[in-house]
């Protein structure tokens, strides 16, 4: 199996990227060629008759009255200033409207991104070997055809343009003067909208052709498409060991808050659920700690240790772990049974709560001052 007939996949968003800053995307220049001759059509439309008829006026007060004037440096001066400025007026504009239709043809075809690593100097474009293997590949064939129709089609469109050219009574019986500069303007017109016509269908055919060129090089392979989300995602090793000790911290802060917990409800062997309940803090039981087996085991431990109270149910121990979230108050729907369990502590443990509030005074100043320790270190 051949290396292009096993890229079977589309390319990732960080292939296409990396392409596009390098340049390799489609686009044709035929295209910025049609944005321009649109642009020079619609100032033809909109201004071309307003300067024409201002240079009308120029020549007409120029060469209809040279009996009038002395021709000296002066008066020459003060003519030719008048024409060019006239003309710059028309000229100026123009070529400005025709550089932003161009940059715009050029930021549609690259999304309007830039690629700088294109612009980047590269030895292997002054091969000669590489040069000649690009005019005789597939795409210099494409190329060599798009040139020909792009010729065939402007020579139609001059030789159709002569024809009806050279069939204008100008050319063969007297006319009015003004009839010149008509004339001028619908021949300009007509060939502008002809060139836009066939440029655009032959750019349209060789951008899409372009597109799909560019789309079937950057296809990858499986592998080549696994190795990229491999490095995108990290070592798979780094990962595991990224999420062992987020499991580590997590188990170190909840054992930590286990003897500020109002109770310990248990399984009584394979669940262990630490819970505390603050009035007028609290809208409800809030999960400090919860673990299975052996984490659940250390829980009760501690618990024990800090003479924390301990309560044996099964149902409730399993649904608090099931669906309680550490650091969240817990369901609902458990509110009454931990109701229940609360209320049986407190009328049995009194001593207990009365110590508990200085703990977790305690408890709270300890954590302010790791988190200031912490933030001083950083």
């Not at 030895?123 to 494409?142: D, I, T």
């Not at 911290?249 to 003897?259: E, G, H, T």
């Given at each position: 199996m051949s290396e292009q007939s096993s890229k079977t996949e589309q390319p990732t968003e960080k292939r296409l990227r990396e392409a596009h800053a390098e340049g390799q995307f489609a686009r044709v220049p035929d295209l910025n060629v049609v944005f321009i001759l649109i642009a020079a059509a619609m100032m033809f439309l909109f201004t071309a008759k307003e300067y024409t008829s201002r240079i009308a006026g120029i020549s007409v007060g120029l060469f209809g009255q040279l009996g009038k004037y002395a021709l000296n440096p002066d008066s020459m001066s003060e003519w030719v200033s008048t024409s060019v400025m006239t003309m710059l007026g028309f000229v100026v504009p123009m070529g400005a409207v025709c550089a932003l239709a161009s940059i715009l043809a050029g930021g549609l075809q690259s999304r309007f991104?830039?690629?700088?690593?294109?612009?980047?100097?590269?030895?292997?474009?002054?091969?000669?070997?590489?040069?000649?293997?690009?005019?005789?590949?597939?795409?210099?064939?494409?190329?060599?055809?798009?040139?020909?129709?792009?010729?065939a089609v402007v020579g139609m469109i001059v030789w159709s343009a002569l024809k009806k050219i050279m069939a204008d009574p100008l050319f063969y019986t007297p006319v009015a003067p003004y009839r010149l500069g008509s004339f001028i303007y619908d021949t300009a017109l007509t060939l502008i909208w002809r060139f836009v016509l066939a440029l655009g269908c032959v750019g349209a055919f060789n951008y899409v052709y372009q597109l799909r060129r560019i789309q079937k090089?950057?296809?990858?392979?499986?592998?080549?498409?696994?190795?990229?989300?491999?490095?995108?995602?990290?070592?798979?090793?780094?990962?595991?060991?990224?999420?062992?000790?987020?499991?580590?911290?997590?188990?170190?802060?909840?054992?930590?808050?286990?003897?500020?917990?109002?109770v310990v409800v248990t399984n009584p062997t394979h669940f262990a659920v630490a819970l505390k309940y603050e009035r007028g803090a609290d809208k409800a039981p809030v999960v400090l700690a919860k673990g299975e087996r052996l984490f659940a085991r250390r829980i009760k431990e501690l618990a024990a240790n800090h003479q924390v109270p301990m309560i044996e149910n099964k149902p409730v121990a399993r649904m608090l772990f099931k669906y309680g979230r550490v650091g969240h108050p817990i369901p609902t729907e458990l509110y009454q049974a931990v109701a229940d369990i609360l209320a049986f502590v407190y009328r049995t443990h009194r001593l207990y709560f009365h110590e508990l509030k200085r703990r977790r005074d305690e408890f709270q100043r300890a954590q302010t001052n790791e988190r200031t320790a912490k933030s001083n270190l950083e």
């Open positions: 991104r830039l690629s700088p690593k294109a612009l980047e100097p590269k030895l292997s474009r002054l091969n000669p070997a590489k040069g000649f293997s690009r005019v005789f590949s597939a795409q210099g064939w494409v190329k060599l055809a798009t040139d020909s129709a792009k010729l090089e950057l296809m990858m392979s499986k592998q080549e498409v696994k190795e990229e989300n491999r490095s995108a995602e990290g070592d798979p090793h780094v990962r595991m060991a990224r999420r062992q000790m987020a499991r580590r911290l997590m188990q170190k802060q909840m054992l930590s808050a286990v003897p500020t917990a109002d």
